[in-house]
């Protein structure tokens, strides 16, 4: 009998759905392979393509189709909102200087720093134990002028929710551009520019049932950003280069189910996260839920558990036919808790004991069942491992 797999690494991508492969695969083969910058009926196909896509976009972020710019996903995405918005500000002769949260992903923290690189000034905002952030630091740094300040909407490893409506307003308020990565949230909580004065918001396809490889940032001021790739005149020439038509459809499709199945979802995954919390504290009375005291999006959990290290946990999930992730990094060998749960303070030693199980749309009870039946052995042969070697 082959053994039952458990996917509960949704945070980190997700298969494509059928009526998302069914959607693109015509822009893939003889009948619409057009370029959309061709004149002639095929060009023009593959341009209704993305134009419809762009539509579909604009209309569930509130936003217009033509502030819609297609990424190779969500890290690009990011990337253009930071370095763009340091470079449109530094020509303009504003100031030469990002601000952005100590627990960003990496592609918005290294974006950050690259603007360092290029002369620029990094200011790093640090959050509470939570993970929300600290909003002195945050007014501070507006204070000193900014060319961009970007806060994630949704952490990808607890979870936590940013007061994204009010940040973006304090910095509208301010005259800076706000950047939100909301490639965690799209599809699990409400994301909505229609009240949020956000200049530029990223999104990524394959955490939401598309491809890999397609995102895309609205853009809502075309003067807030320089393009970081330069090429033809594509999108505006912000993002130029042939654009993925299928990934394109496949994100205008998942876009579209997203918006017409989160209210019911998040619901589903919000009981199934909180069900799965409670059953593994009373299994391990003693783990620790990271960011539980903050408004968390539904399909995160992130558990340290005390005495074991994420790599052996993972590795005994995985064995057991379980996939989640780790919250620690192996970095120089040595195995270092993740940067945002250092971030938020937590120590050292729940840091590397930290697993982050996300869900997803086909995640089921029969999952959590899995993981609870599982989790004793597991923990017991982790933790006597654990005792051995520190004796
Ligand atoms: C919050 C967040 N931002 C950005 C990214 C990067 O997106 P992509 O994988 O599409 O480059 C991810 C992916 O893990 C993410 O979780």
New binding site residues.
Partial sequence: MTKRLVYLDN??TTPVRPEVLDAMLPYLGKEAFGNPSSAHRFGRAARAAVEQAKRAIAETVGAEPNQIVFTS???EA?NLAVIGAALASRDRGGPFRVAVTATE?K?VLAAAHAVTHLGGEEIILPVSGSGTVDEAAFEAALARGLALVSV?WVN?EVGTVQPIERLAARSGDAGVPFHC?A??AFGKVPVSLRDVPCTLL?I?G?KIGSPKGI?ALVVRDRHAVEPIIHGGGQQFGIRPGTENVPGIVALGKAVELAAQEHVELAARLRALRDDFEGRVLAIVPDAVINGWTAERAPHVSNVSIPGTDSEALLMHFDLAGIACSSGSACSTGAVEPSHVLTAMGVPRDLGIAALRFSFGKDSTTDDVDAVIAALPKIVEKVRSLAAVLHR
Wanted: net charge negative; no cysteine.
């Fill in positions: 945070a980190a996903g969500g890290t990011d992903h592609a994630m990808n990565d490639v965690q990223t990524s394959h995102g």
